[in-house]
């Protein structure tokens, strides 16, 4: 063996390239070469490699039947175990050892119902670990759980005091609410280094700013100092004060609070320090008004804005908002702009609601690097407009205009190529 592979550092930096499944840029995923078959050698090659290659090897997971295999609780996938009946399960000491000796390892997992509906052994094993005393990953960084609240149950015992990233999706909560209830509770006590707190709902449930989560998901938010990144179907106003508090929290997704609420965060009264890290918002609108209040009264520089509305956008309140952007020094370093319509069903109309007189306000907005608009209804914009765009945002890089419909005017140009005009050199950007 070479000295050279003796170095920590180098050994790593080779077994990190091999840890990253081999991918093509734009190849089928049929074409993905796992990497566990190749780190699986190398942890079976010397002591030198073992370490660092099992690390890699157990790092990202798709469901805890690895574990239960290493441990013998369930055969090698090869082997058929018998669907759609439950077993009951004692773990023995040395079981737990083992799980133990490989869930320390563990730094990143997705539990979703593609990896629990076969086997009912998975949820019996985590009933199991929940009643010892053993953290089941206590190094784990970041967690997806996307399955019904009836089984939000089997979720504290993959909770660990280092997990830094969680994501849950909920699908029906009428169902099984006071487990997704228990699961945010546990949140600040199992997980005090949490930075990163994503929830996903169903549409359904997306359109319900009073559903029954809402007070317990923003009672826990009040209780993790360390949030930096939140997105959240929506939160309670004291959640909402709780996190422009925080001297780390960076982004914010929600729906935008409404007009009267925000009159109350953000007026004369406000702390001086409130939101003032926030780089990012994203927002879901129900009330243009809201819109207004909230470019009005914003106090921070923001570098990225989503909006998206749940009703149809108007030509009037659409203007407002672009005059709003570029006279308000809170937006004038924004680098990305998303705007959107969630109307769903989707009924396309055919109305034009966006002209290049709409848009040229945001022309002041010189850092602008993404524009998205994405609307439900016609865009009037043509070639010259095209360019008049490129020539006054000369540091833009991507411009999307109604990518999902592509519902244009009849003389709307096809996706093409413009020359931007630099100081120092000429580069081009995709405008679709």
């Not at 997971?61 to 082997?79: D, N, S, T, W, Y």
């Not at 907005?365 to 490129?390: F, H, N, Y």
């Not at 890089?397 to 100081?423: F, H, I, Y």
Request: glycine share 6%; net charge neutral; with cysteine.
């Amino acid at each position: 063996m070479h000295r050279a592979l003796l170095i920590s550092e180098i050994l790593s930096n080779i077994i990190g390239h091999i840890g990253d499944d081999a991918h093509s840029g734009g190849s089928p995923v049929e074409y993905v070469t796992s990497s566990a078959p190749t780190l699986l050698a190398l942890a079976l090659t010397c002591r030198t490699f073992s370490e660092q290659a099992l690390d890699a090897l157990w790092n990202n997971f798709k469901g805890v039947e690895p574990l239960m295999r290493c441990a013998g609780i369930i055969p090698a996938p090869q082997k058929a175990l018998q669907e759609d009946k439950e077993y009951p399960i004692i773990l023995t000491e040395a079981q737990l050892a083992i799980i133990a000796r490989y869930g320390y390892r563990v730094r990143s997992l997705q539990v979703g119902m593609n990896y629990w509906r076969r086997y009912h052994l998975t949820q019996s094993f985590l009933q199991a670990i929940a009643g010892s005393s053993e953290v089941l990953l206590p190094n784990i960084r970041r967690l997806e759980i996307g399955f019904p609240c009836g089984l939000l149950y089997l979720v504290p015992p993959l909770l660990g005091p280092r997990l830094q990233h969680f994501f849950i999706s909920i699908r029906d909560y009428e169902r099984g609410g006071h487990h997704l209830r228990t699961v945010f509770q546990s949140l600040p006590s199992h997980c005090p280094l949490l930075k990163n707190l994503t929830v996903l709902t169903s549409y359904h449930l997306f359109r319900e700013r009073d559903a029954p989560f809402v007070l317990p998901m923003s009672h826990a938010i009040q209780q993790m100092p360390n949030l930096r990144v939140v997105t959240v179907p929506a939160m309670t106003k004291d959640a909402l004060v709780y996190l422009g508090g925080l001297s780390f929290l960076t982004d914010i997704g929600s729906h935008l609070p409404t007009s009267s609420d925000l009159e109350d965060i953000l007026g004369p009264s406000r702390s001086p320090i409130l939101f003032e890290n926030i780089d990012s918002v994203d927002w879901e609108i129900k009330e243009w008004q809201d819109v207004e209040v909230f470019t009005r009264l914003w106090p921070h520089k923001l570098k990225s804005m989503t909006l998206r509305s749940e009703v149809k956008f108007d030509p009037g309140l659409l203007q407002v908002l672009c005059d709003s952007l570029h006279v308000r020094e809170a937006f004038k370093n924004l680098q990305c702009i998303y705007l959107s319509e969630l109307i769903i069903p989707c009924r396309l109309s055919s109305s034009t609601v966006i002209t290049i007189d709409t848009i040229r306000p945001l022309f002041y907005l010189s850092q602008l690097r993404v524009v998205d608009i994405d609307t439900r209804s016609c865009m009037s914009i043509g070639a010259d407009d095209l360019t008049e765009m490129a020539e006054a945002w000369r540091r833009l890089e991507v411009l999307l205009l109604n990518k999902t419909d592509g519902s244009m005017s009849g003389a709307a140009p096809r996706p093409q190529w413009v020359t931007v005009p630099r100081s120092s050199d000429s580069s081009s950007c995709a405008l679709t």
